[in-house]
Every structure is written in C-alpha cells, then in structure tokens.
C-alpha cells in the first residue's frame, strides 16, 4: 500500500494530553531519524498554526472527494470537523529513511492497525481528568459546551487507550521530563534497537 521503510510511529492521547509537546521535544532532539506525518482537517488554523507544517487545511467537500479517491490511511470526526492522514504525507517521510510519526485519534488508530503499517502504539495520558480540564481551561480557545464534549470525549479516549493490547505502552504525562524520558527509551528499545518483535507487548500503566 505504500513504500515499505522504518516502522511508523503512532502517539495518541487526549487533547491537553501533552502528546504535542513531546513530539516537538522527539523532534528537535532527533531531527535526522523522525519526520512528522503532516494530517489534514477540515477545521481552521490556531494561532501560530501553519498549512503544510502543523496541518494541511482543506475543506469538507475537498477531504470527502480525496477519501473517495482512496487518498487517506485513516480518517476521524472529531468535535465536528474531519482529521485524517493522507498515503502521500507518510510515503513523504518514509522516502527519506525516517520513522514516520502520526499524531492520529482513536479511530485513525483503530484504521491504522488494519493496514500492512505495522505500527508502534504509544497512548498518551493525563494524570487525571481534573488536570485535562486544567489544562484545557488554560489554553482558552473553546466554549464551554465544547469543552465539555472535548473531556467527555477523553474519558471515551483513556477507557479504549487502558485496555491491554490496544498500544504497545502507556505514558502518564504528570511531569514532562519523566513523560519524554519513557517515550525515549521505548522507541531507542523498539526503533533505535530494532529489538521488538512482531507482537505488541501488553499496554502497562
């Protein structure tokens, strides 16, 4: 389906999760061996948020059409506005001899694990739902009634991330030192190491 290269990378976790931010950390640390899968959506830029480096932003009616033309791995809804990650953005990274990283949702994860990807799964969450909501609060880009949509839709997200087999591992984003420390060492195990094998190790809190 697309070019075979290093095993993906795929981090999921609920918005305020903090998954972003180690990204950017794995990123600027390793910027020779990982390459950031660009994904596309239909909801407008953030502040600071560029097309083509944070998102490729597109319309509804453009994104449907390309998924009809069987253009995308995986795709999502998600508070109304369509996600997804295109075969090209990941054959893009995949070219140079990168790991590919996705920064996909729970149902992109659910599409991803069907292709020949063979992924690494790593699920990213808060300590607590009171500190989602902190940290969702603190970032003041939504309503209150998105916002409750947005942490009963992380409650959804940490049941499926917790059951055993559905990622490879669990990081518990308390404090982000200790967070990139477990995300370094798992993927320097399974990636750097190529020390994994083909089945997925039980999820560990």
Do not use: W
């Not at 290269?5 to 020779?32: A, I, N």
């Not at 659910?110 to 607590?128: E, Y």
């Not at 909501?133 to 959804?156: F, H, P, V, W």
């Amino acid at each position: 389906m697309v070019q075979k290269g290093p095993r993906p990378l795929v981090l999921c976790g609920p918005s305020g999760s903090g998954k972003s931010t180690l990204l950017k950390r794995l990123l600027k640390e390793f910027p020779d061996k990982f390459g950031f899968s660009v994904s596309h959506t239909t909801r407008g830029p953030r502040p600071g948020e560029k097309n083509g480096v944070h998102y490729h932003f597109t319309t509804k009616e453009d994104m449907e059409a390309a998924i009809e033309r069987g253009e995308f791995i995986e795709t999502a809804t998600f508070s109304g506005n369509m996600y997804g990650t295109s075969k090209r953005a990941v054959e893009d990274v995949r070219r140079t001899g990168k790991v590919c990283i996705l920064d996909i949702e729970i149902e992109g994860v659910k599409q991803i694990k069907r292709t020949d990807l063979d992924p690494l799964l790593v699920f990213v969450m808060p300590p607590s739902i009171e500190e989602l909501e902190r940290r969702l609060r603190g970032r003041n880009t939504e309503d209150e009634d998105a916002l409750t949509k947005r942490l009963e839709t992380a409650r959804q997200e940490i049941v499926y991330g917790r059951e055993p087999g559905n990622f490879h591992i669990i990081i518990v984003n308390a404090k982000l030192t200790k967070a990139y420390s477990e995300l370094r060492d798992f993927i320097f195990q399974n990636i750097v190491e190529k020390e994994s094998g083909p089945g997925a190790p039980q999820a560990q809190e």
